[in-house]
């Protein structure tokens, strides 16, 4: 499917590069080649969203899973996944459909198709779609979509993502969403310069999505957190809403990282005691 948000990189448009507008990354893709998320690629010269409608994962879930603990708590969501995505943690939990996928395994479903398959689960307690398991934000287009479908039939939509994405599309998709798990990996620029990425960028994905639907952040504590990045990132949430659900979750070795400890308890415990002296709502994951 045609991509939305980009533009022709003019200094090399005889060699029909695309740049792409998403995220951040601002990807100058060459042609037949694709951007860092491995998603958006440049098929003769227009910017095409390869991942549209694949799926790699799909699940009636615990609205708690996503995790959004102080959002419909007790309700179920109808969960998806695709593949990609435009951040490379060495630690990634999700690897397996982010960075090292097999498309050939993956089902095809238009976005009515997932609409309808909502609907049916409404008896269950379902009671929309979350975006997540890879990164759903580089699959734009299918997410606006699906989730225009989803709120036309009276549901939610929830998107969990690392929040890695320009304002501009960004401001397209919030009035059709209810909810956000938004992670950050850090407050340091050596958290994000690790994973291919920035801070501030992630920051102010997180301000204008509190503004508008309901909002929940979660950071996975890694070897190379610290009480201290845990503590910034608190003070910066404290600032916007005191108020808003800090998720601390905790690593198990995975994909670069499969040789490193879990995190222990006792770290989980210290951090979330750090977090709470200035949110009120903090919560510890993978426990």
Not at 94 to 120: C, V
Request: aromatic share 10%.
């Amino acid at each position: 499917m045609l991509a939305d948000y980009w533009t022709l990189n003019k200094e090399s448009k005889e060699n029909k590069e695309i740049k792409c507008l998403l995220c951040p990354n601002f990807c100058v893709i060459g042609e037949n080649s694709a951007g860092k998320c491995s998603v958006r690629a440049n098929i003769k010269g227009e910017l095409v969203a390869e991942s549209y409608g694949y799926v790699s994962s799909i699940a009636l879930d615990p609205i708690e899973k996503k995790p959004l603990y102080n959002f419909q708590r007790g309700s179920k969501i109808l969960s998806i996944g695709s593949y990609g995505c435009n951040l490379h943690c060495p630690f990634c939990q999700n690897y397996a459909i982010s960075l090292e996928y097999d498309k050939s395994k993956m089902q095809n479903a238009a976005p009515e198709l997932i609409a309808r398959l909502a609907m049916t689960f409404v008896p269950d307690g379902n009671i929309g779609v979350a975006y997540t398991y890879n990164e759903p934000l580089i699959g734009f287009e299918f997410v606006r979509d699906t989730g225009r479908l989803i709120k036309e039939a009276g549901l939610m939509n929830v998107i969990v993502t690392n929040g890695y994405i320009n304002i501009r599309p960004l401001s397209e998709l919030l009035p059709i969403v209810d909810a956000m798990n938004i992670d950050i990996k850090g407050n340091q620029a050596g958290t994000y310069n690790m994973v291919g990425g920035k801070a501030k960028e992630v920051k102010s994905v997180i301000e204008a999505a509190h503004k508008v639907c309901h909002v929940e952040v979660t950071t996975l504590i890694t070897p190379e957190q610290t009480k201290e990045d845990i503590e910034d990132i608190a003070k910066w949430l404290s600032g916007i809403d005191p108020n808003i659900p800090y998720h601390l979750t905790r690593f198990f070795p995975r994909y670069k990282y499969i040789g490193k400890t879990p995190t222990p308890a006792g770290v989980m415990y210290e951090m979330k005691n750090t977090a709470g002296q200035y949110l009120e709502n903090v919560f510890l994951g993978n426990m």
